[in-house]
């Protein structure tokens, strides 16, 4: 592979200047003098043999190929940062560092407890940063992955071999409702599924949501009486009404016995496998491996689902 021969500093000052669009203030930020960075700008455009910057009326506006660039240098800096910055060690009872998790809620109530207390456990100048999911995570999972940590998200969204995982644990779709409602039996045909009044999560952020797509292989669209943008929610929504839910297995568990009922559908659903995603460029971070580490450890941890139990002979 052939890499072009450019100072490295270089590329630093060309971000400043496509960020600020200003020799003055780009100097300024990356500590040269006014000459020195239009002696840089003069490299960078013989470089890349186009002007990056022109002048407009009374200011500079960047040519297509420099709006190209800028789109790029941000995340190449800062994967550039974190490559340069690898250790060979990480002590976790020393270290202060920040990691960035992003999840659903539902992964947040079941995970979070013991992946914070291993943290404060054993790296007590540790923080972590939990993020809510967003719309990208689907459409763009590389690009998701290059801004935090790590994603934790159901394998089945995702078919990208480039991205390094991590399996943590398995979940299964269940449906319940409160304890008190008797509208519908303990277990449901295709139409009582279908006529019931359901609480909902997420459908704007991926199209169809998971819960909605498992319904769907039943055959069953379901009628929306609540829609929610959050998992951990819905099972305490139903208390006191006749609406349905599907949550997840291991947040029902976490609910009073007496609040809901599980009901039985006309088929059962797959299971799910919420798997760890980080992006390529930290399999150099031994901190990052020491995270990760800790967090798949966590989820051992966790107490098996009545599904996962071996059955008894």
Known sequence: MHIPSLDLNLIVVLHALLEERNVTRAGERVGLSQPGTST??????RHFNDPLLERVGGQYVLTPLAQALHGQLGRTLDDLQRLLAAQPQFQP???ERRFV???SDAVLEVLGPRLLAAVARVA??????FRAMSETVVSDLLGTVREIDVLIAPRELFSSPEVPSAELYQDRWVCVTWRGNQSVPDR???E???RARWVMPFKHQFGASPSDAAMAALGIDRHCAVRVENFAVVGRLVVGTDLLVLSHERLVAQHPEQEL???ALPMSLPPFTEVAWWHPVRQLDPGH?????????????LQRTPAERPTSA
């Open 188 to 190: 449901l045909t295709r």
């Open 40 to 45: 840089a700008l003069a490299r960078l455009r």
């Open 124 to 129: 007590p100048r540790v923080s972590l940063d």
């Open 101 to 103: 998790v992003q999840c």
């Open 261 to 263: 009922r599980q009901l």
């Open 289 to 301: 491996s020491w995270f990760i580490d800790l967090l798949t450890e966590q989820a051992r941890g």
């Open 192 to 194: 009582e599924a279908a």
């Open 93 to 95: 009872v020393t270290a």
